[in-house]
């Protein structure tokens, strides 16, 4: 397979995402998509979350819609142009993905990876999320491009046959990642989390926009926000009107339940809290909130700020504010925005 021949296929599986996930209504067969396969993408919609509850039908046709934005062909292009080396690569290595479950298709950007850097992939899901990315590259193969059948592999047991390993989970289960793959080649990320700065000067429709940072997906992406800097004299109230219109999460249960323990642990402990009714700000130097909740630090020297960040860069996915990510943009990466900031065409390329 040449690369263009990859990329063609991508850029018609995005417009096949964007087709089943920007529509409840099937509207023929504008990109190839028959009405059965519409219907059977709705259906799935429905046995996802019947599987795992985080994943609502508006939050994985927002993961879809995503991806449909992402694999445009001038995307494609740009993203690949940088990499000489793609060009006739038919290594054809396998390599083994270990999946995250968190938020929908959150393993998926790793697998477009190996597939167009002309590589095989040995895909372990989480049980979190093991019926989305099946329909996806069934849909793929089937109606797509054959070619990948051969490329594309689920492991439902131990992984064996591999080159290298490609591993996403907690802290903990980077102590697993190590000892059993610790030999091979390999990229491994434990956990992670984002942060938003803010100067004074936003608007309310930048705070708003933070809002999408800090709810999309619940709040369980590493892309996620959990904790603000504000500036000393900063006004939370211009921060609470400005998100009022997320409230409606904590209708969902699991949040709700998530928001109401962690309330209570933070009132047995007598934390100095602010809450809204929908989002626990507590004032704390850590990073990493709790579910329904967010880390705030007021500052008197934005340089500091920035130092504090490098030293913690490591710990940190993304950085939200208007010389960084734009606010509302945190869960929108493009192609070449890689998961801890390693490049992973390169690394493919290379192993």
């Not at 390993?165 to 610790?182: L, P």
């Not at 603000?228 to 219109?245: C, E, H, Q, V």
């Amino acid at each position: 397979m040449e690369l263009k021949q990859r990329i063609d296929a991508f850029v018609q599986l995005g417009k096949v995402l964007g087709q089943c996930a920007g529509s409840k209504d099937w509207s023929g067969y504008t990109h190839g998509v028959s009405q059965s396969d519409f219907d059977s993408f709705s259906q799935l919609l429905n046995q996802v979350y019947l599987q795992n509850g985080w994943f609502t039908e508006e939050n994985v046709r927002k993961a879809c819609l995503e991806w449909s934005r992402a694999l445009s062909k001038e995307n494609l292009e740009q993203w690949t142009s940088a990499y000489s080396d793609l060009n006739g690569n038919e290594k054809l290595k396998t390599i083994a993905l270990i999946m995250a479950g968190n938020i929908p298709m959150v393993g998926f950007h790793d697998l477009v990876c190996v597939l167009i850097s002309g590589n095989k992939a040995l895909i372990k899901m989480s049980s979190e999320d093991d019926r989305l990315l099946p329909w996806i590259l069934t849909y793929l193969v089937v109606h797509i491009e054959p070619e990948f059948a051969s490329r594309i592999k689920f492991a439902s047991g131990k992984l064996e046959d591999f080159s290298a390993v490609i591993a996403t989970g907690s802290d903990n289960t980077m102590r697993y990642f190590e000892k059993y793959f610790g030999t091979y080649p390999h990229i491994f990320r434990g956990n992670r989390t984002s942060v938003a700065v803010l100067d004074g000067s936003e608007t309310e429709e930048e705070l708003n926009a933070l809002g999408h940072d800090i709810f999309d997906y619940f709040g369980l992406g590493c892309r996620n926000v959990s904790k603000l800097f504000i500036p000393k004299d900063f006004d939370l109230d211009r921060f609470f009107g400005a998100i009022y219109s997320f409230h409606p999460i904590v209708q969902h249960k699991k949040y709700a339940n998530n928001y109401d323990y962690n309330k209570a642990i933070m009132m047995m402990n007598q934390d100095d809290l602010i809450e809204n009714g929908f989002l626990l700000v507590k004032e704390d130097d850590r990073l990493h909130s709790p579910l329904g909740a967010l880390y705030v630090e007021r500052y008197t020297d934005l340089n500091k700020v920035t130092e504090k960040l490098k030293s913690d860069e490591n710990e940190i996915q993304c950085v939200v504010s208007k010389s960084n990510i734009p606010f509302g943009k945190s869960q929108s990466p493009e192609l070449w925005d890689y998961a801890d900031h390693v490049d992973t065409l390169k690394f493919l390329l290379n192993c």
